[in-house]
């Protein structure tokens, strides 16, 4: 595609949520709510949702505390998960605290965790502490420890 | 480049993408919804009976890194339809958890999101780029500039007029007309799939959780029912 906008375009700001699939809800769904304490805010499915039903999907929604949704967890009841087009994504502990809990219950929980940010080039903050956890679809979840604060 | 053309399963083919907007059509849903109606195993979409009422662990997504099987392509499109900017674009290194596998980054940056998206080019032991599956994540979305409703109206214009097609959208999720499309988030919403097929949303005037407390107070939904 060669296409072109203005410089003044409206554009991106952040990025907001993020949507991954998973094999079983059920699993998943105790995996996230019990890490990371995520509130389940909406449930979308094919017996209620004209688009889930459309496209063979189940949908959970979890909310970090402020927005509706921040991570969902879609089962497509059709095709088959893989890891074959994300090798990662970050999440932000609130503080500290949180980060030292999540570290303690992916331990308890006996989580698969490695040390350190997910990918060798990526920035540290001076201080910032990071170790990612595989969840039961082996996803991996990188856990960074908030310093902007 | 490669000249594999590989089309992931759960890509929405065209011609159901021109007909994706009767969702935003009340007797449509009602028609795709018949048989659970009929059956009564309908019920409605739950967001009005969940609460959110703490916060969690996580502040916020930090970064997020995909497949794609041209890094110049890949950002050259994120530049132009979301405004994207390059930070950096590394030299190969070991793949952090496949023995023997190689991988090449581009961080890519927002203005308020520095370096959120990693555009990450795959190879096997015998230098063969990954194909992305298109079957890790259904989605990723990007909060616009504004973050109102007329922003996402705006953007979807202009990517049109700069020649980019979207899959879905615009829509408001909730069954509200005239862009209601029956989801739920109440997020004003549209849709492009980026050169390797990955799904992008891009949205603004998400619900929050003050609009669940505005509505209800601190009552539990499981106590409204």
């Known amino acids: 595609m060669t296409a072109h906008v203005a410089p003044q375009q409206i554009a991106a700001a952040k990025l907001q949520h993020h949507v991954i699939y998973v094999d079983d809800l059920a699993q998943s769904k105790d995996f996230y709510m019990k890490l990371f304490d995520l509130q389940f805010s909406a449930l979308n499915h094919p017996d209620s949702s004209a688009a889930m039903r459309l496209s063979h999907q189940e949908m959970h929604f979890f909310s970090f505390g402020f927005y509706h949704h921040d991570i969902c967890l879609v089962k497509h009841h059709k095709l088959k998960m893989d890891n074959g087009s994300m090798l990662h994504f970050s999440l932000v502990a609130r503080d500290a605290a949180a980060f030292d809990g999540i570290r303690r219950r992916a331990n308890e929980m006996g989580v698969p965790t490695r040390e350190g940010r997910m990918i060798a080039s990526a920035k540290t903050a001076s201080g910032q502490r990071a170790f990612c956890v595989q969840d039961p679809n082996r996803h991996w979840v990188e856990i960074i420890e908030e310093t902007q604060r | ?225």
């Not at chain 2, 290194?93 to 023997?100: L, Y």
């Not at chain 2, 990517?159 to 408001?172: E, L, W």
């Open chain 2, 1 to 225: 480049m490669t000249a594999v053309a590989f089309v992931p399963p759960n890509v929405l083919p065209p011609p159901l993408q021109r007909f994706a907007g009767l969702l935003k059509r009340k007797w449509f849903r009602e028609l795709v919804l018949a048989p659970p109606t009929i059956s009564r195993r309908r019920f409605s979409n739950k967001t009005e009976d969940y609460g959110v009422f703490q916060p969690s662990l996580v502040q916020s997504i930090g970064q997020l890194s995909i497949y794609v099987r041209d890094i110049a392509r890949s950002r050259a499109w994120y530049e132009a339809l979301a405004g994207l900017t390059h930070s950096r674009t590394c030299e190969e290194e070991p793949h952090p958890f496949k023995p023997g596998w190689r991988i090449r980054c581009c961080y890519m940056s927002a203005p308020e999101h520095e370096e959120c998206l990693v555009l990450v080019e795959e190879r096997d032991p015998d230098g063969k780029l990954t194909i992305p599956s298109g079957m890790s994540f259904f989605h990723m979305a990007f909060e616009l500039r504004g973050n109102r409703l007329e922003d996402v109206m705006a953007f979807a214009d202009q990517a049109k007029r700069a020649g980019f097609s979207r899959n879905y959208g615009p829509v408001r999720h909730n069954g509200e007309p005239p862009l209601g499309d029956g989801e739920t988030g109440g997020n004003v919403a549209c849709y492009f799939y980026d050169p390797d097929y990955n799904n992008v949303e891009f949205c603004c005037a998400m619900d929050t959780i003050e609009n669940y407390r505005g509505r209800y107070g601190a009552t539990k939904g499981s106590a409204r029912a």
